[in-house]
């Protein structure tokens, strides 16, 4: 499905990571990889985990560091020349802003979530423009559906979601006539340690368990299908396109 992709993953932290099996399932569809890390602190968990893929390629990329992005497509340029696929599966907002009462949220927790969780996708995908061009390419980010309803305790990471989702859908009109095509996957709650940040995120899995309309929850693999069918050329006539892979959560109103 993806035989002679590269594709670049952002976001994997540990063995949890949807950034982690989303890069598995694409290297087993034979896509080429490579993975960015956020710091030196997770840079052995990086290793770790990404040792039983063949021929990986491991950059650093702090998000908040502007010459971190430059130097990775520098990186990207010189080893392989083109990108067919980019995943953005990064967020962070500080802990405070993530329970109780959002109108209690500061300036500088709003800008650091919305910096770090929707700005990065504009830059990563700037970036990605000029190694994309020639061939075209797919986008993907990964959101929530908090960031397009309100969701008890998701506060901020709502508000830099929703952020995001526009971002995605106005990059994918600008690059789209370039064949870039940008989209958003939007999970339900899996445990992972971004999650384990959200107040009460135990209580999510409950309720999707409980009144999804398939009775359960998903896993990072299905998220990892889904975002493959997305980077492969099986998708080619597909952009700006939310694709909720959330056991169908999204279409109860009760
Ligand atoms: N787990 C869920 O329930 C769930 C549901 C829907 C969407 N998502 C989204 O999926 C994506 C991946 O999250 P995850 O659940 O796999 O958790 P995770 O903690 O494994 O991944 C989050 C990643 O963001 C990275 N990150 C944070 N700040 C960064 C920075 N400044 N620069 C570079 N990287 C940075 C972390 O290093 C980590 O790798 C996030 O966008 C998250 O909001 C998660």
Redesign the pocket.
Same mark, same amino acid.
């Given at each position: 499905m993806l035989d002679g992709k590269r594709i670049l993953v952002?976001? %994997?932290?540990?063995h949890?990571? !949807? #950034?982690w099996v989303v890069a598995k399932v694409c290297a087993e569809a034979g896509a080429q990889i490579a993975i960015t890390y956020?710091n030196e602190r997770?840079k052995s968990n990086a290793e770790k985990v990404t040792k039983e893929l063949e021929d990986v390629l491991l950059l650093p990329?702090? %998000?908040?560091q502007e010459s971190e992005t430059e130097a990775l497509f520098a990186t990207l340029q010189e080893k392989w020349g083109q990108l067919d696929g980019l995943v953005h =599966? !990064? #967020?962070?907002a500080d802990r405070e802003d993530l329970k109780g009462a959002f109108h209690e949220t500061s300036r500088a927790g709003y800008s650091l979530a919305n910096d !770090? =969780?929707a700005y990065s996708l504009v830059t990563l995908a700037h970036h990605a423009k000029p190694l994309m061009e020639t061939n075209g390419g797919s986008i993907i980010c /990964? =959101?929530?559906l908090g960031g397009e309803r309100v969701v008890p305790n998701y506060n901020m /990471?709502g508000v830099a979601k929703s952020a995001l989702e526009m971002s995605a859908k106005y990059l994918a009109a600008d690059l789209g006539p370039d064949q870039i095509r940008v989209n958003i996957v939007s999970?339900g709650?899996?445990k992972?340690? #971004?999650?384990a940040g959200v107040a009460g995120f135990g209580g999510m899995l409950d309720v999707v368990a409980q009144r999804s309309p398939l009775r359960r929850n998903i896993s990072q693999e299905e998220v990892g299908k889904a975002s493959a069918f997305l980077l492969s050329d099986w998708s080619t006539g597909i952009t700006g396109e939310t694709i909720h892979v959330d056991a169908g959560y999204h279409v109860m109103g009760m």
């Open positions: 952002t976001g %994997v932290a540990n949890r990571s !949807i #950034a956020q997770l990329c702090d %998000v908040t =599966s !990064i #967020a962070f !770090i =969780s /990964m =959101s929530y /990471m999970p709650p899996i992972t340690l #971004a999650a």
